[in-house]
């Protein structure tokens, strides 16, 4: 359990390497390093997340001495502040839930892009990434517009403000779809063109390139968690055990998100080969 001391002196940290002695770590105002002294447990107490600790018998060890062995009072308590069940508990829960938040964003964002890569059907998600500029300020264009699907190779842009057509417009031939927009005055056009083999096989190595970078995000993601578990063990408020056991916790919760790639991509897949 972690523990941290208050004192009019100016203790640091506090170990116990034998039943009958603790070795205490003093550093002056300003100091970067600090002597040991070893000194006799008299008595120790506890209530709720505090200890009292009353030593005697101080014994300095040091090059340089901070304090020499009169100076030291005969007995002295301290108050030793421990991180209590509840404090350990939420922190975990913080670690767990930044965990799953991060985890659910990264599918999200791998839907995201898999949906703007066109298949042979139409599909508005399409045009989920294209911006407009509207009146000098970059919005989205499913923000501005209404985008609906009238058949499986066509798709129809409705602006709110009409204004709007010829930015749109301009959007969507400076966008990466590869398509020629239909302007009438009135709404915007879109006819997909069949898919050539060749096509398909490079949107479908461009699909694969999009998951693997979404595995390697989970990947970093359980990375930085484990990282934050051995900071807890490091500080003595995890044990080894606890460790281990949220270790596979959390390796069973990235192999589940991996296997939630693989379906979406999978899916994808199968929209671009399919004729």
């Not at 640091?12 to 006799?40: A, D, E, F, I, M």
């Not at 056009?189 to 060749?198: F, G, H, N, V, Y």
Request: some cysteine; aromatic content about 4%.
């Amino acid at each position: 359990m972690a523990t941290s001391i208050s004192h009019a002196s100016p203790l640091r940290s506090v170990s116990c390497p034998s039943r009958n002695h603790l070795k205490v770590l003093l550093s002056s105002t300003g100091s970067s390093g600090g002597n040991w002294v070893r000194c006799s447990m008299s008595s120790i107490s506890a209530a709720a997340s505090y200890a009292s600790l009353r030593v005697s018998g101080f014994r300095i060890y040091g090059a340089k001495p901070l304090m020499s062995r009169r100076s030291l009072p005969h007995k002295r308590a301290w108050f030793i502040r421990c991180a209590t069940i509840e404090e350990i508990e939420a922190e975990k829960s913080m670690i767990e839930e930044d965990v799953k938040q991060r985890m659910e964003k990264t599918i999200e964002t791998v839907r995201s892009n898999f949906n703007s890569i066109r298949t042979g059907r139409a599909n508005p998600a399409m045009l989920d990434k294209v911006g407009v500029e509207y009146y000098g300020t970059p919005v989205s264009l499913k923000s501005i517009a209404q985008i609906s699907s009238p058949d499986a190779s066509s798709l129809m842009i409705q602006p709110y403000d009409k204004s709007s057509l010829k930015v749109i417009e301009k959007a969507i031939v400076s966008s990466d779809l590869g398509l020629t927009p239909n302007n009438d005055g009135e709404v915007i056009r879109l006819t997909l063109p069949q898919l050539t083999s060749e096509r398909r096989k490079e949107l479908s190595k461009l699909v694969a390139k999009q998951a693997e970078e979404g595995k390697v995000a989970i990947r970093n993601i359980r990375r930085d968690a484990l990282k934050a578990y051995e900071k807890l063990e490091k500080e003595k408020k995890l044990s080894e055990d606890n460790v281990k056991d949220l270790s596979s916790d959390l390796q069973k919760l990235t192999d589940d998100y991996m296997k939630k790639i693989d379906s979406v991509y999978k899916q994808k897949e199968k929209e671009l080969l399919t004729v």
